[in-house]
């Protein structure tokens, strides 16, 4: 489920750009929340009844008294349950319609926590109130800094022949399909074979007919790998007509290991590209792994995924309007701007009257992975009829499994780590690291399961969440409906130039090739928060009695370590964790 970068289409799922905007952005975002505190109330009627005879004071006291205990309840209660009690905050150019009408009459849906979330509200209050900035704006580690990149440095290749052409049809989703392109080009390298420009093969889950050129610049890519392996657009005329799988080139995912070693692509696919001149990967999902890859092999792997792939113009265009929408700045902030968005985005200083911060959140959180997990998340009975009836359809596999072996109880599941994070847990996550409820949150995706009475603990929150459908037009989108893999590059660019990027499930690609972008070419000025399910499904056990001070501090002391400056270990993904010497270089080298 992780490799994945957005849900399945589905009765169950949440459209946000139609849900979340009876939430958010209403009227610039709001006003500030001292506008209806209850001191200022008490002191204007405190002149108006000023005249009273002195016999009257004792009851005027009492009165008063309880009318600020009244007015401080109602303080709280209105923070806690209506999204517009904001500080000023940035306005998109697209703000949705205000419908508070509307609003009041959505079903709450299931709070887990629902005592966390009463003192997040008065923590965020707090921060707002003492104007307090959070830490985690930055990196927490500085030794990150030290990492510079240098994987499009020229590798010696020796003159050889070519032994024939890799042709390769690759599955999923955009980032499932770039990890496959980016494999290809090692496979290549390592067999001195030519590469065919990757095809995309259509899927009913995706339903996108995008090829290469329409996501990719073709021409970058050859140029930049052209030193390292030999690229053509087509076969040759004379196997364009090749049976594949009747003269035995036809290599499916069940033919190769998952994680395949280059011994194995040497032993297996060799001979065959040797005989038939040709090689037709048809699938090719993670069918090369990252353990005993020679490292001028791991080297133009990062090569292609941080240097070769560029977006198209069309995609860059589009994505620099969204994040100028969002920051309000015209101009690069960082390196990482000038890679994703390309000449786009100017690199000299503009004047911007309110540059804007932002986080983004990549909330895995759609029916499919929820479904998958077999965790419980507080719906009841509702929930799980639901859920099941969507295993029955669309996971049978999965239903026979655990048909032959006693599965973990829900409870059992959460103490392992193995539950998505709800938009609930995701809210406390960040009030807890200090982030005010004014932050302006860019969330990715657009489908969450149980829509917008699930997405409530978190608006109420952190009302100034937006996705690309409220910030860009239907006009705007319009060149890029019906393409789910283009829209989700608009969300790569997003979430990979943000200033803090925030995932909930570590295994999604999505989340794992931005992190490694943000790596790369982050300068140690690009945080990512990474919470442990596991650890954090510890804390959150003790909701009913931990104070939110030890909240906050374990919280906390979970998210530096995970920032920790660390080099990739043996076998991990080189895409997600590209600090180490074959993908970039320290100070000390």
Known sequence: MGGKQGP????????????????????????????????????????????????????????FALLGFFFLLDSFMYSYFDPTFLKNGPTPAYAP?????????????????????QMASFSLAKIDHEKNVTEFWKETHPEAAAWKPCANRNQKRDAKNTTGFILVSANGGLNQQRVAVCNAVAVASLLNATLVIPKFLYSNVWKDPSQFSDIYQEETFMNMLKDDVDIVKELPLHLRSTDFEAVGSLITDADLSKEATPDEYIRNISPILSRNGVVHFLGFGNRLGFESVPSHLQ?????????????????????TLLVKRITKYGASRSLLDRQLLGSFIPTERVEAANPSKYLALHLRFEVDMVAYSMCDFGGGERERT???????????????????????????????????????????????????????????????????????????????LVTKEDLLSPTELEPFRNFSSQLAALDFIACGVSDVF???????????????????YGGGDAPTLRPSKKRLAAILQENSTITWHSFEKRVRKMIKEGQRVRLRR????????????????????
Not at 10 to 31: E, I, P, Y
Not at 299 to 319: E, Y
Not at 399 to 406: C, G, P, T
Not at 502 to 520: K, P
């Open 386 to 464: 639901q859920l099941q009836a969507y295993r029955e359809e669309h996971f049978p596999l999965l239903l026979e499994r655990l048909k032959k072996a006693k599965p973990p109880s829900p409870e059992e599941l959460r103490k392992m780590g193995r539950c998505p994070l709800t938009p609930e847990e995701a809210a406390l996550v960040l009030a807890s690291l200090g982030f005010d409820r004014g932050t302006y949150i860019y969330l990715a995706g657009s489908q969450i399961y149980g829509g917008e009475s699930r997405m409530l603990p978190l608006v109420n929150l952190y009302p100034n």
């Open 8 to 63: 399945r289409p589905n009765s169950l799922s949440f459209d946000a750009s139609s849900g979340l905007k009876d939430h958010m952005l209403v009227k610039g975002f709001k006003n500030d929340y001292a506008k209806f505190s209850a001191y200022g109330k008490g002191a204007y009627a405190g002149k108006r009844h000023a005249w009273w005879p002195r016999r009257h004071v004792r009851s005027v006291v009492f009165t």
């Open 502 to 520: 925030a995932i909930t499930d570590s295994g999604s690609q999505l989340s794992s090739l931005v992190s490694g972008f943000r790596t790369y």
């Open 97 to 117: 319609r205000d419908l508070n009408a509307e609003n009041e009459e959505i079903e709450r849906g299931p709070v887990m926590y629902s005592r966390l979330v």
């Open 299 to 319: 080297k133009l792997r990062c090569k292609c995924n941080f240097h070769a792939l560029k977006f198209v113009p069309k995609i860059q265009k589009l994505a």
């Open 570 to 589: 043996p076998g991990r993904s080189i895409y997600r964790q590209p600090r180490c010497r074959d993908c970039m270089c320290s100070d000390d080298q």
